[in-house]
């Protein structure tokens, strides 16, 4: 079956510090999707990014990005010199392809708190 | 383009009131989805409609939640009667179709405390 995993439950770090959100997953099948929302304060889920299976290469998005390796099922997503409105909970979730129209699984998330 | 919405925002009811929860999707979009989501927990899918069919309910505690989705496209979930536990945030999200692939978009949910 498939898990996410954000073993990360709190995180706070002050203004302009980087820091990486990890995201562990398991699944048994050979496509799948992975996503990262945030969750501020409001409440609503912001889409962040999408990535399949067979793309492995790293993506940058302003001060964003989002290292994907197979070999140890990780999806991280990294904040370059953090802002306050940064502060938020993360998920990171997967989807399979393969094992019909399964739903998008999320971890538990990690919450940021960017400190000025 | 307008996002999902949903209303109300808040409520408040005490235990063994009926509750229900109303949501647009994104125009346009054929699927929608009602989520629940605990405290410091992930979202946890409850129903996925595409257009007017439910095609995945199987985590809909039938009991006592209902949804329905007449026209295909806007949609009601409601709780009759409520219980203390589901005191929770109920989200709605919408996609496209109804793909592993599709990205899913989310409204602000809704926050319904039980007393």
Same mark, same amino acid.
Not at chain 1, 9 to 18: A, R
Not at chain 1, 84 to 95: K, P, Q, R, T, W
Not at chain 2, 17 to 45: D, K, M, R
């Given at each position: ?17 980087? =820091?990486?959100?990890?995201? *562990? ?24 990014i ?9 993506e940058i998005s302003g001060r964003y990005s ?17 802002? *306050? *409105?940064?502060?938020? =909970? ?6 399979? =392809? ?6 998008? =699984? ?11 | @383009? ?11 009811? @005490? ?15 054929? +699927? ?7 405290? #410091?927990?992930?979202?946890? %899918? ?29 949609? +009601? ?5 409520? @219980? ?11 996609? %496209?179709?109804?793909?592993? +692939? ?6 602000? #949910?809704?926050? %319904?405390?039980? %007393?």
């Amino acid at each position: 079956a498939q898990k996410v995993t954000q073993a990360q439950t709190e995180i706070s770090v002050v203004e302009k510090e980087d =820091v990486t959100l990890d995201c *562990v997953y398991e699944t048994r099948d050979t496509t799948y999707y992975l996503f990262w929302y945030k969750q501020p304060p409001s409440g609503e889920l912001v889409f962040l990014i999408r990535r399949n299976s067979f793309d492995e290469q790293n993506e940058i998005s302003g001060r964003y990005s989002w290292n994907f390796q197979k070999s140890t099922s990780s999806f991280n997503f990294t904040i370059t010199a953090s802002q *306050v *409105v940064d502060s938020a =909970v993360y998920f990171c979730a997967l989807s399979e =392809v393969n094992s019909g129209n399964t739903p998008l =699984v999320f971890g538990k998330g990690t919450r940021l708190s960017v400190i000025a | @383009e307008a996002g999902v919405v949903q209303s109300p925002r808040y409520k408040i009811i @005490e235990k063994k009131q009926p509750v229900a929860f109303w949501c647009n999707p994104i125009s346009g979009h054929n +699927t929608l989805y009602w989520y629940l989501q605990n405290l #410091g927990q992930g979202p946890e %899918l409850l129903i996925r409609y595409e257009n007017e069919e439910a095609v995945d309910d199987s985590q809909l505690p039938k009991d006592r939640f209902s949804a329905e989705r007449l026209k295909g496209v806007d949609s +009601t979930l409601k709780i009759q009667p409520a @219980e203390l536990g589901d005191s929770a945030v109920y989200l709605c999200a919408s996609s %496209l179709e109804g793909t592993s +692939t599709d990205t899913q978009y989310f409204g602000p #949910g809704t926050r %319904l405390t039980v %007393l």
